[in-house]
């Protein structure tokens, strides 16, 4: 079965960091590309990044470009998302996916 | 960036309508759209991808189409475990791009 487990969420003060982890299980995870999504409270689904299968390409909305980090250690079957210079509305529960699988989201909320 | 225009925002329907939701791509995306499910509180299920081929395990009333630019989710025989929010999403092209999502209630 796959499953994807995210972490690290939590209150954070505005301008600082916060790292997301997803850890994937139930197939090959270093075949294939990731994503992550977020969705604001009451609000739709935005695509965060990309990232490819073994690193090469990596993309990221205008949203949080230059400030947001995707990347993946695929022995450890493991994504990550470094976030830094947190506004609130980088408020969102974020979820890691692939197309067909969605981890169930991990919250962060940016207030002071 | 690709815009996908959605409609209608909300859809009231009775058990065993057919109802149609609609996305217009701002460019050419060929069959590049999936269509989500997500209900309240739960992560979002990959209904239709690849614009018409239906995912694993997704009861057969779900259906996609293409026409140009247009992308239709359409449910035949709508069932009460229906009632949700539906999104589609062009993966053409980055960034990828959410339609503003349809939520489908009874009626």
């Known amino acids: 079965e796959v499953q994807l487990v995210e972490s690290g969420g939590g209150l954070v003060q505005p301008g600082r960091s916060l790292k997301l982890s997803c850890v994937a299980s139930?197939?090959?995870?270093?075949?294939?590309?990731m994503n992550w999504i977020r969705q604001a409270p009451g609000k739709g689904l935005e695509w965060v990044a990309y990232i490819s299968s073994g690193s090469s390409y990596i993309y990221y909305a205008e949203t949080v470009k230059g400030r947001f980090t995707i990347s993946r250690d695929n022995a450890k079957n493991t994504l990550y998302l470094q976030m830094t210079s947190l506004r609130s509305e980088d408020t969102a529960l974020y979820y890691c996916?692939?197309?067909?699988?969605w981890g169930q989201g991990v919250m962060v909320t940016v207030s002071s | 960036d690709i815009q996908m225009t959605q409609s209608p925002s909300s859809l009231p329907a009775s058990l065993g309508d057919r109802v149609t939701i609609t996305c217009r791509a701002s460019q050419d995306i060929g069959n590049y759209l999936r269509w989500f499910q997500q209900k309240p509180g739960k992560s979002p299920r990959l209904m239709i991808y690849?614009?018409?081929n239906l995912a694993a395990g997704v009861p057969s009333r779900f259906s996609g189409s293409r026409s140009g630019s247009d992308y239709s989710l359409t449910i035949n025989s709508l069932e009460s475990e229906d009632m949700a929010i539906y999104y589609c999403?062009?993966?053409?092209?980055?960034?990828?791009?959410f339609g503003a999502g349809t939520k489908l209630e009874l009626k």
């Open positions: 690849g614009a018409t």
């Open positions: 999403l062009q993966h053409n092209e980055y960034p990828h791009t």
């Open positions: 996916a692939r197309p067909s699988n």
């Open positions: 139930g197939f090959t995870f270093s075949n294939y590309g």
